[in-house]
């Protein structure tokens, strides 16, 4: 367990920073990093104990979990390589000690996934979700996630049905962000008309208040018009965005910010048609 004897026996992924992003895989690591303190305190106590107590593991992986968090959120500020490193050296260790914690899966899944041009890192990024989500299905941030690095791996089927899962059981995955990723993937991955048909019938809003209803009900609407836009239906797709400005509220205290982007995209596509009768 002492990470300064500890060997780590299955291959690890590291991530070295020189000038890019470059991913290792060392079979045998040797680290000889110095304890903190609370962790140096538990890691004593298991080393006096001829029989591993399984609270004193489980005290342990919490402890390396926290100091993970903290070695990422120094390395997302100054992008020290020596930080990435040991956040994940401790994140594996805390999936370890306690591979029932979905938190630690998750801070694992989130490192590797900073490693987005390399294939085994996203492959283990993936895995690691995958564990975290299984463990906690409400686990909402893993599952978007989840999806979000399954649209990257190329996995569009596999992330279409993530993101329809999160759609479907979480109204607060009910955003614009969410379903322009799930359109992004349903185009992707050629799939268009079923894209359509999920999008047009895609659960609304209930608990919200009225703002949020109408531009998850515009955003619907601007997303269906991607996807005819891509099916080869501009005309179609046009109209449908003129719709949007038949549904405003002038009483909502938010202006409606999808007015804007709809108005783009009508300019945007009626010019297009313009262009094509004039050739």
Not at 80 to 95: G, P
């Amino acid at each position: 367990m002492h990470l300064k004897l500890m060997s780590i026996k299955k291959s690890l992924n590291i991530l070295i920073i020189c000038g890019m992003l470059m991913f290792v895989s060392n079979a045998s690591a040797q680290t000889d990093y110095k304890l903190f303190p609370d962790e140096e305190k538990v890691v004593s106590q298991i080393e006096k104990n001829k029989e591993k107590s399984p609270l004193l593991l489980w005290q342990l992986g919490s402890i390396r979990l926290k100091h993970a968090a903290e070695l990422y959120k120094n390395w997302k500020q100054n992008r020290q390589a020596e930080d990435f490193q040991k956040a994940l050296i401790y994140a594996e260790s805390s999936t370890e000690l306690s591979p029932d914690n979905d938190e630690a899966w998750l801070l694992l899944g989130m490192l590797y996934s900073e490693m987005k041009t390399a294939p085994e890192a996203m492959e283990k990024a993936a895995d690691a979700l995958v564990n975290a989500v299984d463990i906690n299905p409400a686990n909402g941030k893993a599952q978007l996630l989840l999806a979000q690095v399954l649209m990257e791996q190329g996995r569009y089927w596999s992330a279409i049905e993530q993101y329809k899962m999160l759609i479907e059981k979480n109204e607060a995955m009910r955003t614009p962000m969410v379903l322009s990723q799930l359109t992004f993937c349903y185009i992707a991955d050629g799939r268009i008309q079923a894209g359509i048909n999920y999008v047009s019938k895609a659960p609304e809003i209930i608990k919200g208040d009225s703002t949020a209803k109408l531009l998850w009900t515009n955003w619907k609407c601007i997303n269906q018009a991607v996807l005819e836009k891509a099916q080869g239906k501009r005309k179609d797709a046009i109209n449908l965005l003129k719709f949007i400005f038949f549904f405003n509220d002038d009483t909502l205290t938010v202006k409606n910010k999808t007015d804007e982007y709809a108005k783009h995209l009508i300019t945007l596509w009626e010019n297009e048609d313009r262009n094509e009768k004039a050739n």
